[in-house]
């Protein structure tokens, strides 16, 4: 990061601070989609009398999928593995949830 003459972190570039907040409101929205869909999905399996572990074999397969083809894509793996894993403990918690 840049220094003033006075040795202080210099405010980022407004486009820069644009973009950043811009990745980080796109990233917030899938996220929150991804959720959304995951606890739907849950919901709607656990109606029709599917089992944890098999609602987690589908899910499984299903990002697989992604991941598949995501391949070459830019992206970092252990952050794949990492939304692998959050949307298998939103399984768990939404299976749990009685509402």
């Given amino acids: 990061m840049a220094r003033t003459e006075e040795g ?8 820069l601070d644009r973009a950043l907040r ?3 409101d796109r990233t917030l929205v899938a996220l929150t989609a991804l959720r ?7 919901r709607d399996e656990r109606e029709r ?3 944890l572990p098999e ?3 589908e899910l499984r397969a299903i990002i697989a999928r992604v991941l598949k083809d995501a391949v070459g894509r830019d992206s970092i ?11 298998m ?9 009685h509402d």
């Fill in 22 to 24: 811009g990745a980080t």
């Fill in 77 to 87: 793996d252990g952050e794949r593995e990492t939304l692998a894993n959050q949307m």
């Fill in 49 to 51: 009398g599917t089992s």
């Fill in 8 to 15: 202080t972190p210099s405010p980022l570039p407004e486009e």
């Fill in 89 to 97: 403990k939103w399984s768990a918690g939404f299976y749990q949830q």
């Fill in 55 to 57: 609602i987690e074999v």
């Fill in 36 to 42: 959304k869909a995951v606890r739907q999905h849950v």
